[in-house]
């Protein structure tokens, strides 16, 4: 099948593209109603794909829309429309000697491609942010989610049809595998390509693809409870990372304890055992909570079980003597997504601050805050673990480029 005529289209709407930013939200706001209207609808089709998937396979919640996820997938395309548009923004601006004025100010990527698995809220998400900043989106989900997310396209395409917009402005590619590998090697039609899902699908896009790549790693969380750390503040966040929602990159994979607080250990599990989270435990840690943890939910850590991304009911702990060795375990094991010290020591913070590299590093919080939502940014496109051009949470800001504005009036370059 040839694939180009979809690229092409997506590329002629971004040439085409200039809507008031009253028009684009005006539209972002019907979308959010739309699919409230329609989620009789769409969980219709969200069920066909849930029949297909094993409960027990930890892409099922990613996969899973419920009334009031809907609700609030609505929610934030209401907060990105709400925002300010960064296009246009003067980032700096001069007068040369020559009297040359030049500015550098905001625009679109252009084309952005986005490959992604079973999270159909994706499909939202990324529609909202690109339209905000004037970006055409062209989306390829996995087969998972495919019936929820032609129903999700559809929505879309029905509000922007009812504006006079052209439907091209978001795209949602076939679901087949040759469909990917189209979109990997469209040079000259997609100028940046984001992958979202699991390391293998990272690995395989920054690998294969021609066309330029913003990764956005998995997340190997951890949080390094302190010998100053407060125990009551660490019942209430260890138990929230962990088990808020488990399928998502920010959950707590592995807690590093003190081993001057394995004492403690116990009152900070009992949650998670009320809850059903299956914990494998380093040696020292094993034997305080032999007998006092459900013992079929306790078993001996073996080192696959450090570095590991559970997505699911399960986590690691990790015992330390000193929070050098806590840092060590991070550097060896991070994905640098989000991490996190649990502490009262204003020395350890700061140095626990400066040394860990993450994209988010936490103090006395939990790591469930990494998101676009709650960081004030509408939504997110995806949480970018590299260092060029975004990082962390990505919202409008890093869907942007800038170009250089120069103004002159006859000036010529004297050799």
């Not at 590998?181 to 000259?188: F, I, R, S, T």
């Not at 006092?292 to 306790?298: G, R």
């Not at 806590?326 to 502490?343: D, M, R, T, V």
């Amino acid at each position: 099948m040839d694939y180009k005529h979809y690229f092409e289209n997506a590329l002629i709407a971004g040439r085409n593209a200039a809507l008031s930013p009253a028009v684009i939200n005006k539209v972002l706001l019907d979308v959010a109603k739309a699919a409230i209207e329609q989620t009789d609808y769409l969980l219709q089709k969200n069920k066909k794909d849930l029949e297909r998937m094993d409960p027990a396979d930890p892409k099922y919640d990613r996969l899973t829309l419920t009334a009031d996820r809907i609700k609030a997938i609505a929610g934030d395309i209401e907060n990105v429309a709400g925002l300010d548009s960064p296009l246009g923004k003067v980032l700096s601006e001069k007068t040369l000697p020559n009297g040359l004025y030049i500015k550098k100010v905001r625009v679109p990527l252009g084309v952005v491609g986005v490959i992604y698995e079973a999270r159909p809220n994706v499909t939202f998400d990324v529609f909202a942010l690109c339209f905000k900043t004037g970006n055409i989106s062209i989306l390829k989900g996995g087969s998972d989610a495919d019936n929820s997310n032609r129903a999700i396209m559809k929505v879309i395409h029905g509000v922007l049809s009812a504006h006079n917009i052209d439907v091209n402005f978001a795209t949602l590619l076939p679901v087949e595998r040759e469909a990917t590998e189209a979109l990997l090697n469209a040079v000259g039609f997609v100028d940046v390509l984001i992958p979202r899902g699991s390391q293998s699908l990272i690995n395989y896009v920054r690998s294969s693809s021609k066309v330029p790549v913003i990764e956005t790693g998995a997340g190997i969380v951890h949080t390094y409870f302190d010998e100053t750390g407060d125990l009551e503040k660490a019942i209430a966040i260890i138990d929230n990372a962990k088990t808020r929602r488990v399928s998502v990159c920010n959950a707590l994979d592995c807690l590093i304890i003190n081993s001057k607080r394995l004492g403690d250990l116990v009152h900070i599990t009992e949650p998670l055992g009320e809850k059903g989270v299956k914990i494998y435990a380093d040696k020292k840690a094993y034997e305080v909570l032999d007998s006092l943890y459900p013992a079929e939910l306790l078993e001996h850590a073996q080192p696959e079980h450090f570095g590991m991304e559970f997505l699911s009911m399960t986590m690691s702990i990790k015992t330390v003597d000193t929070l050098e060795q806590a840092l060590e375990h991070i550097a060896i094991n991070s994905s640098k997504h989000s991490e996190a010290i649990l502490s009262e020591d204003e020395l350890n913070i700061e140095t626990f601050l400066n040394r860990v590299d993450a994209a988010a590093v936490y103090v006395n919080t939990s790591t469930a805050f990494t998101d676009g939502a709650q960081f004030g940014l509408g939504a997110e496109i995806g949480i970018s673990t590299q260092k060029l051009h975004a990082r962390g949470p990505m919202g409008l800001e890093e869907l942007t480029s800038y170009k250089w504005i120069v103004k002159g009036n006859g000036q010529v370059r004297i050799p």
